[in-house]
């Protein structure tokens, strides 16, 4: 299973820019392969992504496993300072 990344392309939080930026970084730097989804692309993909999220106002960047769902930044970024990328990941 691929990882997926719910990100956004349009943002103008510097905050939220970076944090995107630190996953991608951290997932080819690791040679994780995944998969992108721009949420900016169409409104129904970001509806998709609160729905598998289970929270109406989720914002991204959200992380899964396939089906299964990882966590967003603040729990990635945990996982990665507790040096436990792959259970974060669920490799």
């Known amino acids: 299973m691929a990882i997926i990344i719910y990100f956004t392309s349009v943002s103008g ?3 939220l820019k ?12 690791k040679k994780i392969q995944y998969k992108a989804v721009d949420i900016a692309q169409d409104s129904s993909v970001k509806e998709e992504m609160r729905s598998r999220v289970g929270n109406p106002t989720a914002m ?14 603040s729990v990635f970024f ?4 507790d040096g ?7 490799l």
């Not at 945990?78 to 300072?81: C, G, M, P, S």
């Not at 436990?84 to 669920?90: G, I, R, S, V």
């Open 84 to 90: 436990k990328a792959e259970t974060f990941f669920k």
């Open 18 to 29: 970076q944090q995107q930026t630190e996953i991608f970084q951290f997932l080819d730097a």
């Open 78 to 81: 945990q996982a990665i300072e």
């Open 60 to 73: 991204p960047p959200q992380l899964f496993n396939g089906d299964t769902y990882c966590g967003d930044y």
């Open 13 to 15: 939080s510097r905050e």
